[in-house]
């Protein structure tokens, strides 16, 4: 028994190390995308906004599948559900109720996540981290968005701490934390993940197989964040604030990685050389990533940030998640009436335009470039709030 306490320990008694945690990200990824398509947190969201409004009458969708059964959905279900086995297997969970202005900011930090989703068709994950894996131009102009974001909202949230500390002070509150040593929640884990092992063959018996794997593709997201805290929005916030470089450079090789497995089904013709190559490469991906950047920072989470946040029971994420929802759906609705979504920007396909050496070059020396960058700016601290 000692040895599988320490294996136990080891798993859940510490966080995962980032860069790890990156590499399983990135390999997940491109199983996922092989499978069926690659990960992207604001289209099942966006699913949520859209069957709410339905029900409230706002919105007429006669298309519009059960979050049940569509994969997106399906997918960031699943990320809830791991965050939430994890979080209660290393007794982690809880739920945490944040002073009201933090709240009030993870709601309109939600909308704008929503917002900018659907300007650059996609969110952090979606429109960037898979967009750039699968050689989509639009997903490195949201890239500049997202760091011209992310420097806005530092730069707000440095005024409000000096000028409206008032605004988020307050009583934060804390419920079902567990203690450090025994209580129930790792055994609670262990239902959850018992659950989701059992799901898939519960939609298999229904007709709906494919469905339970994409329910089990997002758990083991969820999973893997909620061990490793790794995180998108620290990857851009971080080196302006703090000056740490560790999850910029994680994140660099997640998509350095994913980009080269992406690259593989393409060019063996495994995958459509077309898919997720999103028609946003212009002021969608730019506008997009700068509120999406702005939304997240004051959120405190990414698209799928917020979601596996959700699972260990951030309340302020939970605000975001669901106005985040209501604004992805709302926006799309106006882009569509409007006739402005045909208008977001082009399709671009890097390796029809540059070659695949060209392309994969290009991939590479950017996320060099960010990694390079973060690694300076950790040692001298030149463009962080310190520095």
């Known amino acids: ?39 992207t947190a604001s289209d099942g969201v966006r699913n949520w906004g859209d069957w709410a409004l339905v029900g ?3 919105l007429s969708r006669p298309d519009l ?38 709240l009030v900011k993870g709601a309109v930090g939600g909308a704008m996540l929503g917002i900018g989703a659907m300007l650059a068709l996609g969110c952090n994950i979606g429109g960037f ?25 530092l730069r707000y949230l440095v005024w409000e701490l000096s000028h409206r500390p008032a605004w988020s002070s307050g009583r934060s509150r804390v419920f079902l934390a567990a203690p450090r040593i025994g209580g129930a929640q790792p055994v609670a884990g262990a239902l959850v993940v018992v659950l989701l092992l059992a799901l898939p063959f519960v ?6 197989g494919p469905r339970g794997l994409f329910l089990l ?50 060019f063996t013709d495994l995958k459509d ?15 997009g990533g700068l509120i999406f950047g702005i939304g997240m920072v004051l959120a405190g989470g990414c698209g799928s940030g917020s979601i596996w946040r959700v699972g260990e029971g951030q309340m302020k994420l939970f605000a975001a998640v669901v106005t985040f929802a209501l604004g992805a759906s709302l926006t799309r609705m106006v882009l569509t009436q409007t006739g402005l ?7 671009v396909f890097l390796p029809a335009w540059l070659g695949w050496a060209g392309a994969i070059f290009l991939v590479i020396a950017v996320m060099a470039a960010w990694a390079a960058f973060a690694t300076w700016n950790e040692a001298t601290e030149k463009f962080s709030l310190g520095g």
């Open 1 to 39: 028994m000692r040895a599988f306490r320490q294996q136990y320990e080891a798993l859940f008694g510490r966080p995962w190390p980032v860069m790890g945690a990156a590499v399983l990200v990135a390999v997940t990824n491109v199983f996922l995308f092989a499978f069926d398509r690659p990960f």
């Open 56 to 58: 409230a009458g706002v």
């Open 65 to 102: 599948i059960a979050p049940w059964l569509y994969s997106g959905s399906l997918l960031n279900l699943g990320v809830i559900a791991g965050a939430l086995a994890a979080a209660l297997l290393s007794r982690e969970f809880a739920i945490r109720v944040p002073a009201r202005g933090e």
């Open 129 to 153: 981290f898979s967009a750039v894996s699968a050689l989509s131009l639009s997903g490195l102009g949201m890239m500049v968005g997202l760091f011209v974001g992310a420097i806005v909202g």
């Open 203 to 208: 939609y298999a018996q229904t007709g709906h």
């Open 217 to 266: 593709f997002g758990a083991a997201f969820g999973f893997i964040f909620q061990r490793s805290r790794l995180c998108l929005v620290r990857a851009f916030r971080e080196p302006f604030m703090t000056g740490d470089g560790e999850h910029a450079r994680a994140g660099a090789v997640a998509i350095v990685i994913a980009m080269l497995g992406f690259a593989i089904l393409k």
């Open 273 to 287: 050389k077309g898919e997720w190559v999103l028609p946003a490469a212009g002021a969608g991906a730019l506008l």
């Open 341 to 347: 979504q045909a208008k977001l920007g082009a399709a």
